[in-house]
């Protein structure tokens, strides 16, 4: 779990890190714009730590599927090299869809500057903005994007159907709660994740507004990696008390 955990987190800095710094610069200066260069560059790292991000919390709804499912072969199965195979299979994947999606708009040419309303490039914005025929671009995306998206979430969900019905079978409270708090962390996580995702391409698709897209692209791109750390850390015991005696 802690293997994952800290993975997660490298993750999660190398993702703010690849759209915080052009939001303030953005704040800083009048003129918000970006380079052609500059765009697909950080439109490629984007892409590449979030589909990370996205195969990091399958892989560790899987491990908690293993820890709380079949605990006696726990140590077996998850052993460190299956465990490197698993990161390194998420890094491959996440590396080679972000390369097909760069690729695909490298093609594409653009009638005039490539500006865009917002403090990083966003894939389907930067295909809108095309004069060539975007077909194609539009078909990969939603097929990747469903494919990377759907599978996994629907394995997430299916570990923790099986978890759940786990924790129901264990006779004693005292035991569903030991059961339940060793993923509650990563459910929470999992939650807010494809939650606040899912809340802001549902909004952008209902509104044009691109500063309120670009205002509910926050909660996933900044907010949601700055709370991971945080909701983990409260398993720990003086992380509790420290927060009881601030609130109190």
């Known amino acids: 779990m802690y293997f994952f955990l800290s993975n997660l987190s490298f993750v999660d800095i190398c993702f703010t890190s690849t759209t915080v710094p052009k939001m303030l ?3 800083q200066m009048e003129k918000k714009v970006i380079t ?7 439109m490629y790292f984007f892409l590449l730590f979030a589909g990370l991000d996205n195969f990091l919390l399958t892989v560790m709804a899987y491990d908690r599927f293993m820890a709380i499912c079949h605990p006696l072969h726990y140590t077996v199965i998850m052993n460190p090299r299956f465990c490197g ?16 999606n760069d690729l695909l708009i490298l093609r594409l040419s653009f ?12 894939l389907n914005q930067v295909v809108q903005l095309a004069c060539s025929d975007t077909f194609l671009n539009i078909l990969v995306m939603y097929l990747v994007s469903g ?5 996994p979430f629907s394995g997430i969900l299916v570990s923790y ?3 759940v019905s786990s924790i129901l079978k264990i006779s004693s409270a005292g035991g569903k709660y030991k059961a339940f708090s060793t993923c509650g962390s990563h459910l929470s996580v999992v939650s807010l994740f494809y939650g606040t995702a899912l809340g802001v391409y549902l909004s952008s698709a209902a509104i ?8 509910a692209s926050v909660m996933y791109t900044v907010a949601t990696p700055m709370l991971n750390p945080f ?6 015991k003086d992380i509790k008390q420290a927060l009881r005696k601030l609130v109190s």
């Open 111 to 122: 009638c005039t500057e490539l500006e865009i309303s917002h403090f990083f490039c966003e």
């Open 208 to 215: 044009e507004n691109s500063r309120a897209t670009a205002i």
């Open 231 to 236: 909701i983990y850390s409260l398993r720990n």
């Open 36 to 42: 052609y260069e500059d765009c697909i560059t950080q």
């Open 147 to 151: 494919l990377l998206c759907v599978i």
């Open 85 to 100: 195979l698993l990161l390194l299979a998420s890094w491959v994947l996440s590396f080679l869809q972000s390369l097909l």
């Open 25 to 27: 610069m953005n704040i």
């Open 161 to 163: 159907m099986k978890i």
